[in-house]
T-cell receptor
């Protein structure tokens, strides 16, 4: 699986958009970008995933650059409950290989009032 | 996620003891996983199971064993616990038939080996 690089931490003001970057310069053509988050010692929670097109759901938006070497997760209106560690994960969508997630260090996001 | 439950939630045990962590799910998913998380680090995969008859080692399986008793149950055993197995353990499930391919995690079991 391709490696990812994320900033270790970032702060965000409540009510503002939070933009979380992720570099995955060695991503290959069949690999998807997934985002999970983990709120203090709870089980990780799926947020969103994408291949090459931008994606949006009720939680966030995912912007993937045209060369697919980096992406940005956008939380449009951060709340205090969005304080968590956010993990960017790159893996192939291969049902035969199974859904194995490789977690890196993630970005610790602190939303401040 | 209440659909994935883990027991016990906390456990303190002594070196050399055998211990079993249990995971149950009501989501009807075919795939189940066991991860461990050490303080300040991401999760690492211990074992995963595609169905009742298909069990595979993850990246850190040494010292652990698993049993998939039914589609809904996946247990993790430490045959002889050692202190460096002190960690937070998570069970997860996924459905191979969906397009989202996301995993649902349980609340975790905090294990301390003294």
């Amino acid at each position: 699986d391709a490696k990812t690089t994320q900033p270790p931490s970032m702060d965000c003001a409540e009510g503002r958009a939070a933009n979380l970057p992720c570099n995955h310069s060695t991503i290959s053509g069949n690999e998807y970008v997934y985002w999970y988050r983990q709120i203090h010692s709870q089980g990780p929670q799926y947020i969103i995933h994408g291949l090459k097109n931008n994606e949006t759901n009720e939680m966030a938006s995912l912007i993937i650059t045209e060369d697919r070497k980096s992406s940005t997760l956008i939380l449009p209106h951060a709340t205090l409950r969005d304080t968590a560690v956010y993990y960017c994960i790159v893996r192939p969508f291969d049902k035969a290989a199974g859904n194995k997630l490789t977690f890196g260090g993630g970005t610790r996001v602190l939303v401040k009032p | 996620d209440a659909d994935v439950t883990q027991t016990p939630r906390n456990r303190i045990t002594k070196t050399g003891k055998r211990i079993m962590l249990e995971c149950s799910q009501t989501k009807g998913h075919d795939r189940m996983y066991w991860y461990r998380q050490d303080p300040g680090l991401g999760l690492r995969l211990i074992y995963y199971s595609f169905d009742v008859k298909d069990i595979n080692k993850g990246e850190i399986s040494d010292g652990y064993s698993v049993s998939r008793q039914a589609q809904a149950k996946f247990s993790l055993s430490l045959e002889s616990a050692i202190p460096n197995q002190t960690a937070l353990y998570f069970c997860a499930t996924s459905d191979s038939g969906t397009g989202r391919d996301e995993q649902y995690f349980g609340p975790g079991t905090r294990l301390t080996v003294t």
